[in-house]
């Protein structure tokens, strides 16, 4: 039987992962996926409480957690347009996308 703490210490897991790889990536799409895996770790969290917490909804369906979940989801899918964007534009400029070899003041 999975209980609430399982599926924190999966989201706790999966978002030191992600924060290890935005620490220690030097490229800049590895710290972008490393920043959509603290997103997932998160979205995990959202989906077990709102499973795992006791409380009366209308016709006893639990859909908050889901619901801000697929809010998330849109918010990280249009922060990776974003983000793809501006690393293709910098690499246009500079031809790399390690993150020591960008310093927006040499532009």
């Known amino acids: 039987m999975l209980t609430l703490n399982h599926f924190l210490i999966l989201s706790a897991g999966l978002f030191a992962i992600g924060l290890y790889g935005v620490l220690t990536r030097r490229n800049v799409l590895g710290i972008l996926m490393s920043i959509e895996l ?15 917490l006791p409380r009366e909804t209308l016709r006893g369906l639990h859909l908050h957690g889901q619901v801000f979940t697929l ?22 400029n500079l031809r790399s996308v390690f993150v020591e070899k960008m310093n927006i003041l040499k532009w």
């Open 38 to 52: 603290m997103f997932n770790a998160a979205n995990i969290n959202l989906v077990a409480f709102d499973r795992f």
């Open 71 to 92: 809010f998330v989801i849109a918010i990280v899918a249009a922060e990776a347009v974003v983000g793809l964007a501006l690393i293709l534009s910098i690499y246009r």
